[in-house]
């Protein structure tokens, strides 16, 4: 006994592998003679004849008949709560329960798979073998309810069926009956030290389960061919589907599949069924029993296994997945109302080319041509809502592609085209979360984009119209490509057009609303609170005149950093560094920065110092080189008179004043004003990045002004304060009859003043352009600027500008132009120089604080 024992486990796998062999031999070779007695034209007609409603019913009592396995599943989690296992979320349970026995009935090889399912799912919290051992034991009762069915199915072919066509097999049957008793036997008798685990009501359970899984796949089956319209009767079929089951449970092929699918074919042929329909019903037993439910159970396990994955990176996978989503998600409504305009403009569009007959069956179309129009420019008024990724575009696009789907569907009942309708809202739903913007609003390129699109429809509607019938005289090109049945369903499309238009002035008008704002007023206490404690910026003053909005940055309801800025389309231009608390520089960027885009807005800051613009870089922004700022150190100049030179002390010989104000006395605003109003000579001020001359804002600064000798008031030059050791220039204006000295007098004269208070040093302003991109290695953008800066003479004086600087200035400091990555710098250039009013609004040509000499 011993030597045949080690024998069989010297030769299991040869064995295993001759018996399979033959198996699968007798299976080919039972599919070959089958093949050929029967027509494949005849199984196709026979799926072709089913209802819709008889196949539904099917998927339902297919998925019904998996329920009972979840029985399986309580003893297990049952059994290992007790043995110390943490108590399992009961939905939680559900999901895996599903998802383990759909998988493990199709795919089991034994039970094999199942093992390992539950393994993994029920595992946690408790030793791994010890898991395996009790899911192990429950997979030994599997086969205890077709053992069962087996032996009632052999006492009735003795006892009562006796004229059955399968009355051969009952001593088979009863043989395999035998495997359910002694089983409870086995285990009754090792209760104590096997299967301990085990209660006796668990054990009844598990018995109980595994009849409900093979009732189960038997009620399947005979409910499936009653549905065809099978006429056989249930007592003849039903011995046959527990023979062949067994059978097919012996070679251990997942669902028996091919072995049950043969012997039934066989079976149901001797009963009378012709092959063909016998193929249809085993087709549909297979589809509906085995292959949807696994699909449920493949896509729950994918979900789990995903979601798992996703907590593992940290996110991403999900956040891809939405991206990927919603871009497939943004070209579809594309698509869709792009059709509906061509269909509408192109009524023969399928004979223009063969890619649009591959496409016209999935696009949208309406009988009637005001409401194609109408739905294909809305589809495009909200495709540009979900591109930017607007809430209030998200539920009204899937109620108009719901209606178009169900207005499409009615009419085509095409299975392919429900698919990819259904493929496409699941796109819709998995890119929901994608939608966070409260606001929409237009960019450049989206407006540059759209503008062409839709004016190139609506010219492309209008041309078709006016050549509908004629084109070029030429029959053959009209009935081609323009060929409105009649003028009044052209007017009918014109009519759709028209609502069109008024349509998307509602709807972009809808999608702009939000009672979120960007910024706040002009505050001056938070201001001025943020301002004395921990210092200004060379722009901050700035941030003082008029028309400027304000983010504040808190943390406990303190105010630590404030961006003053302005907007542009969907960009808001921000002027300098943060005012504020430094070491909260970054936070608040992105609580700015998150703020913003939830309204879908980008920002840009201009005139940037390096250290803030690395910190922009790091946090997703493209930078460029705009110029340096001169700075004069009044510690290298400790006795040095800037304004005691022999060419501006000529203007103080021939009685010119320089005079200082702490606070702006009453009696001079007036003749201000008036140099000013000269100064700018009709033209209006600028509104970016420079001062202006308004009353609130020079009274919140110290100027000085230039007396002739005359005692006229003939120029005048404000401070910029930036902190206790720092300052700078802001507003230097005069009279056009002046000599050509005095804006360097009064400029000079302030900078004794300023060293005179103690501060440490003085802006001398920007020179643009200076020192960028002057290597052959620099970027094309900056190459560009620094051709300007070199050949641009008649823009803007920038060489001599830079030179002039150069006598004052003890160090150069870089500013920037800072851009989000998703913007066009050319675009965020052009709208930061008409928001600063270069052009018919004057001002000291490119920015006024470039104080000229």
């Keep these: 006994m011993t030597t045949i024992s080690r024998w069989f486990k010297r030769y299991a796998t ?154 051969r097999y009952r001593i088979w049957l009863l043989a395999g009956g035998a495997f359910a008793p002694i089983l409870f036997g086995f285990v009754y008798s090792r209760r104590r030290t096997i299967f301990k685990e085990f209660r006796l009501k668990q054990i009844f359970e598990l018995y109980l389960a595994s009849m409900g899984q093979w009732l189960g796949a038997l009620t399947v089956f005979l409910v499936v061919g009653y549905l065809m319209g099978v006429k056989l009767n249930i007592g003849e079929v039903y011995p046959m589907f527990v023979i062949a089951t067994g059978l097919g449970m012996l070679t251990m092929v997942p669902g028996g599949a091919g072995t049950f699918d043969v012997m039934m074919i066989l079976g149901l042929g001797h009963l009378g069924l012709n092959q063909s329909t016998a193929v249809v019903w085993i087709l549909f037993y297979r589809i509906f029993y085995y292959l949807v439910p696994f699909l449920t159970g493949i896509v729950i396990f994918l979900t789990n296994t995903s979601v798992k994955m996703n907590r593992y990176f940290d996110n991403l996978p999900r956040l891809l997945s939405q991206k990927v989503a919603h871009v497939f998600m943004v070209s579809a409504v594309y698509f869709a109302g792009i059709m509906m305009i061509l269909l509408s403009t192109l009524t023969n569009l399928s004979n223009i080319s063969r890619l649009f007959q591959v496409l016209l069956p999935f696009s949208f179309d309406f009988l009637d041509q005001t409401l194609n129009l109408l739905i294909g420019f809305l589809l495009l008024g909200f495709a540009r809502g979900i591109s930017q990724k607007v809430k209030r575009a998200f539920w009204p696009t899937i109620l108009l592609l719901i209606f178009g789907i169900v207005n499409t569907v009615a009419r085509t009942a095409s299975i392919r085209l429900i698919v990819v309708y259904l493929v496409i809202l699941l796109f819709v739903w998995m890119s929901r979360k994608e939608f966070y913007r409260e606001r929409f609003v237009y960019s450049w390129g989206a407006l540059t984009f759209d503008g062409i699109l839709f004016g190139l429809l609506f010219i492309f509607y209008a041309v078709a119209g006016y050549h509908s019938g004629q084109i070029w005289s030429t029959e053959r090109l009209s009935t081609k490509y323009f060929a409105f049945p009649s003028e009044e369903i052209w007017f009918s499309g014109l009519v759709g057009l028209i609502l069109s238009i008024l349509c998307l002035a509602i709807l972009y008008q809808y999608l702009t609303q939000s009672e979120t704002k960007l910024g706040v007023a002009w505050d001056e206490k938070r201001f001025n609170y943020l301002i004395n404690r921990y210092g200004g910026t060379p722009a901050s003053h700035y941030l003082r005149v008029s028309g400027y909005q304000y983010f504040y940055y808190q943390e406990n309801g303190n105010d630590q950093i404030v961006f003053g800025f302005q907007t542009r389309a969907n960009k808001c231009f921000v002027l300098g560094d943060p005012v504020g608390n430094p070491e909260k520089w970054q936070a608040a960027t992105l609580a700015f920065m998150e703020h913003a885009d939830q309204l879908g807005y980008q920002l840009a800051f201009y005139k940037i110092s390096e250290d803030y613009v690395l910190l922009l870089h790091d946090v997703g922004f493209h930078f460029d080189k705009i110029g340096e700022t001169g700075v004069t150190d009044f510690t290298r100049h400790k006795h040095d008179v800037f304004s005691d030179r022999f060419e501006f002390k000529r203007l103080t010989n021939e009685g010119y004043q320089f005079i200082y104000f702490e606070k702006l006395p009453e009696e001079v605003f007036e003749e201000l004003e008036e140099i000013s109003d000269e100064w700018l000579n009709g033209e209006k001020e600028k509104c970016f990045s420079v001062g202006q001359f308004d009353r609130a804002y020079i009274e919140t600064s110290n100027l000085g002004i230039a007396r002739d000798p005359q005692n006229r008031i003939v120029g005048f030059i404000t401070e910029q304060p930036v902190n206790r050791e720092r300052a700078s220039f802001d507003l230097l204006r005069f009279r056009n009859d002046v000599p050509n000295e005095l804006p360097t007098f009064l400029k000079l004269h302030l900078m004794d003043e300023l060293k005179e208070q103690g501060y440490v040093e003085v802006y001398q302003g920007m020179a643009p352009l200076a020192k960028v991109g002057e290597t052959s290695f620099a970027f094309l953008g900056e190459r560009i600027m620094n051709l300007i800066y070199k050949y641009g003479h008649s823009i803007y004086e920038f060489q001599q500008v830079a030179e002039e600087k150069t006598v004052y200035v003890d160090q150069w400091r870089p500013r920037y132009f800072a851009y989000m990555k998703d913007s066009s710098f050319l675009f965020s250039a052009l709208q930061l120089l008409l928001l600063i009013g270069r052009g018919k609004n004057k001002g000291a040509t490119i920015s006024e604080e470039m104080i000229e000499v």
């Design 14 to 167: 040869l064995l295993k592998i001759i018996f399979f062999g033959v198996v699968l031999f007798f299976v080919a070779n039972q599919v070959k003679n089958i093949a050929h007695g029967m027509s494949w034209q005849t199984v196709w007609q026979t799926i072709k004849q089913q209802d819709q409603i008889a196949l539904l019913s099917m998927l339902g009592i297919g998925l019904c008949g998996v329920l009972p396995m979840l029985l399986y599943d309580h003893v297990a989690i049952t059994t290992l709560e007790e043995g110390g296992r943490p108590r399992m979320n009961r939905k939680e349970w559900l999901v895996s329960a599903w998802t383990t026995n759909t998988i493990n009935n199709l795919a089991g090889f034994g039970g094999v798979v199942g093992v390992s399912l539950r393994s993994s799912f029920y595992g946690k919290g408790m030793e791994k073998k010890k898991v395996l051992a009790v899911i192990s034991k429950i997979a030994l009762f599997m086969l205890a309810g077709l053992s069962i069915m087996a032996l009632i199915t052999a006492l009735d072919l003795f006892f009562f069926r006796t004229q059955n066509p399968f009355v």
